[in-house]
């Protein structure tokens, strides 16, 4: 019987994508591919009833998912991987081709990407060429509402990967796309740090739940790049 559902939903999937499968339905066949010969509908509910949305589901903690009656370590694996999954898979698409410096919408889709199911602070430091291609890039790890890249570090990575100009980069993700008056301060040294050693800062991009932030495009905050 549940062979015979599972069938259904599939063909229904075949037939027109996720389009017209609610979050519900989704998660339902999700779970399919982690708790075999077992209605996956209860466990589905229990999440969305749990979590509040697939979103929230697919953001949660292994050991939140697996509080839940009938998600195990599988379940919970499968789900947390997803969101990783899309992102290695939209940083890999947009860098499969050279990036450069001028493509403004091209280089943001790739800064978001790589802050796409983050849960902590990280700092990111992209290096372009003498051309405005993309060369190389360095991520730092910080805390849930904290990262604190080594400045120094950041030149010398610089400065090894030969970058003519550099964006940094990093996210809020539990807040607006606002900086703080640290975010202000460190980009302006920043801009000082690279300009003494012949490395243009273009741009100060903040990644917050209301979406992607420019510092260069938004002059309030008194940085001149």
């Given at each position: 019987m549940h062979?015979?559902?599972r ?6 999937y ?5 389009e017209n499968?609610?979050?519900?339905a ?5 779970l ?9 509908n ?20 292994p ?10 370590d ?10 990783q ?22 280089v ?21 060429d ?15 509402a904290?990262?604190a ?5 950041l030149?010398?990575f ?5 970058a003519k100009?550099?964006?940094?980069a ?5 807040g607006l796309a606002?900086?703080s008056?640290?975010?202000v ?11 003494q050693?012949?490395i ?7 990644q917050g ?8 495009s ?8």
């Amino acid at each position: 019987m549940h062979e015979n559902h599972r069938a259904r939903v599939r063909e229904r999937y075949f037939a027109g994508g996720l389009e017209n499968m609610d979050d519900r339905a989704v998660l339902e066949m999700l779970l399919f591919y982690c708790i075999p010969r077992k209605d996956t509908n209860p466990a589905a509910q229990l999440l969305l009833d749990t979590f509040g949305s697939l979103s929230g589901v697919l953001e949660a903690s292994p050991d939140d998912l697996r509080s839940v009656k009938g998600i195990g370590d599988n379940a919970a694996a499968f789900l947390t991987m997803l969101p990783q999954v899309c992102k290695r898979y939209m940083t890999g698409t947009l860098t499969e081709k050279s990036l450069y410096l001028d493509d403004f919408n091209a280089v943001s889709r790739f800064v978001s990407s790589v802050f796409l199911a983050e849960k902590n602070e990280v700092f990111m430091l992209l290096c372009f060429d003498g051309a405005g291609r993309l060369t190389n890039t360095s991520e730092t790890q910080g805390e849930k509402a904290a990262v604190a890249p080594d400045l120094d570090g950041l030149l010398t990575f610089a400065e090894k990967s030969r970058a003519k100009t550099v964006i940094v980069a990093h996210n809020h993700p539990d807040g607006l796309a606002s900086p703080s008056r640290e975010d202000v301060n460190s980009t302006k040294q920043l801009i000082k740090l690279f300009s003494q050693n012949g490395i243009k800062l273009a741009d100060h991009f903040i990644q917050g739940a209301d979406g992607l932030l420019s510092m260069r495009s938004t002059e309030r905050f008194g940085v001149l790049f």
